[in-house]
Antibody, heavy 121, light 111 residues
């Protein structure tokens, strides 16, 4: 059964870089599915951040694209997110999730438990 | 303001059926059959309930069903139970540069 776990700092200073890793267990990243990041500001709705395929091909939300890098480490069965020049608006619960096998911009299942990242000095 | 419009709240009594709408445009819901619905209980990660408009993943109750007409997708929950009380989000692929958009969420209260 596939399980995803996010890890990374819970507090990031404004203007610095937010870095998170998602470790996948019970399922190979090579399996033909897409893998994604989604975030949720406190008390607000969901926002798709981006998706990656095991080949390294990435798909980004255009609103974040200039600050965003998603990468994959197939040897560790992990994928990662880096968001530069963060502001308070980037404070959110960050989720990683397995995507569909047919499209980078479709459903996600299952999701990790999420990790709260606060941007504050 | 979310790209897909959902009612902020809906409510129903146990045993009743409710429907949550998700209204988009010809750039998303109206064009793509990649519409999904998620259930999110307080303090928990979202759970996929419906994908590709009307398909139900294993693990999702058969009391949940999805449909689409024009630019509006719908999630119907039949035989409401107390455990259905949660926030529900729709999502859709889009031809816009954002690629994937979510609705603002609907809070379901079981009376």
């Amino acid at each position: 059964q596939v399980h995803l776990q996010e890890s990374g700092p819970g507090l990031v200073k404004p203007s610095e870089t937010l870095s998170l890793t998602c470790t996948v267990s019970g399922h190979s990243i090579f399996s033909g599915y897409y893998w994604g990041w989604i975030r949720q500001p406190p008390g607000k709705g969901l926002e798709w951040i981006g998706t990656i395929y095991h080949s390294g091909t990435t798909y980004y939300n255009s609103s974040l694209k200039s600050r965003l890098t998603i990468s994959v480490d197939t040897s560790k069965n992990q994928f990662s997110l880096k968001l530069t020049s963060v502001t308070a608006a980037d404070t959110a619960m960050y989720y990683c999730a397995r995507g569909s096998s047919t499209s980078a911009a479709n459903w996600f299942d299952p999701w990790g438990q999420g990790t709260l990242v606060t941007v504050s000095s | 303001q979310s790209a897909l419009a959902q009612p902020a709240s809906v409510s129903g009594s146990p045993g009743q059926s409710i429907t949550i709408s998700c209204t988009g445009t010809n750039s998303d819901v109206g064009t793509y059959d990649y519409v999904s619905w998620y259930q999110q209980r307080p303090g928990k990660a979202p759970k996929l309930m419906i994908y590709d408009v009307s398909n139900r993943p294993s693990g999702a109750s058969n009391r949940f069903s999805g449909s689409k007409s024009g630019n509006t997708a719908s999630l119907t929950i039949s035989g409401l139970q107390a455990e259905d009380e949660a926030d529900y989000y729709c999502s859709s692929s889009t031809s816009r540069s954002t690629l994937l958009v979510f609705g603002g969420g609907t809070k379901l209260t079981v009376l």
